[in-house]
């Protein structure tokens, strides 16, 4: 079963670096997302992009963070200047067509670590 | 109005007990209610939805219950077993297709003693 794969496993960086997670979504799926989930919380909503833009994105999703979609098949999350409370797990998600029929599938995340 | 809540946050449950995990919306707007699966170190895996049209859809040992007047649905598992121990979240979304944006409940520590 194709799945949603990302890298790298975990991630540790400096306060203040530049961070860039990747993802492959499944292939024939046209939208993309990104969600947290901060340890011992629950999963939030960070962005969704589709045709090379972004549909809609939450209040975390500031300035600091972009995502990019750079060849027919990476799906990138940037930070620019990670803070402490940037540290999460971080999933990337897609979904074939975005509507309530075609589930999002996330990739097993991202652990990143802000010191 | 965008919270999903969630209860309890953890659970203990014999093997083959019943497990019962509720939650509760506000945004009436919402009218896809998925739970996703999560074990360790992974990412949440979709487990079984739901739209408000139906008040029950089972799917082999898990049912889920949706009381669209209390704004409640609430996830069972039947005959549980101690390959269910894993973190259960409830979740809501809006129909469209440029939809896909979820929010979730706090999620729930489910463990099955055997």
């Known amino acids: 079963e194709p799945e949603v794969t990302q890298t790298p496993s975990h991630q540790v960086t400096q306060m203040g670096q530049e961070v860039i997670l990747r993802c492959v979504p499944i292939?024939?799926?046209?939208?993309f997302y990104w969600y947290r989930q901060i340890l011992g919380q629950k999963v939030e909503f960070l962005v969704s992009f589709y045709n090379n833009e972004i549909s809609e994105k939450s209040e975390i999703f500031d300035d600091q963070f972009s995502v990019e979609r750079p060849d027919g098949s990476n799906f990138t999350l940037k930070i620019r200047s990670t803070k402490l409370e940037d540290s999460a797990m971080y999933f990337c998600?897609?979904?074939?067509?975005?509507?309530?029929?075609?589930?999002?599938?996330f990739g097993n995340g991202t652990r990143l670590t802000v010191t | 109005q965008q919270q999903v809540k969630q209860s309890p946050q953890s659970l203990i449950v014999q093997k083959g007990g019943i497990s019962i995990i509720n939650c509760a919306y506000e945004?009436?707007?919402?009218?896809?209610f998925p739970w996703y699966q999560q074990f360790p170190g992974k990412g949440p895996a979709l487990l079984i939805a739901i739209r408000p049209d139906v008040s029950e859809k089972k799917e082999g040992r898990f049912t889920i219950s949706f009381n669209k007047s209390a704004k409640q649905f609430s996830l069972h598992i039947m005959d549980s077993q101690p390959g269910d121990s894993a973190t259960y979240f409830c979740a809501a979304g809006t129909a469209g297709n440029q939809g896909g944006k979820l929010i979730f409940g706090q999620g729930t520590e489910l463990s099955v003693k055997p």
């Open positions: 292939s024939n799926h046209l939208y």
């Open positions: 998600a897609s979904s074939r067509t975005g509507s309530n029929n075609s589930p999002l599938h």
């Open positions: 945004n009436t707007a919402f009218d896809y």
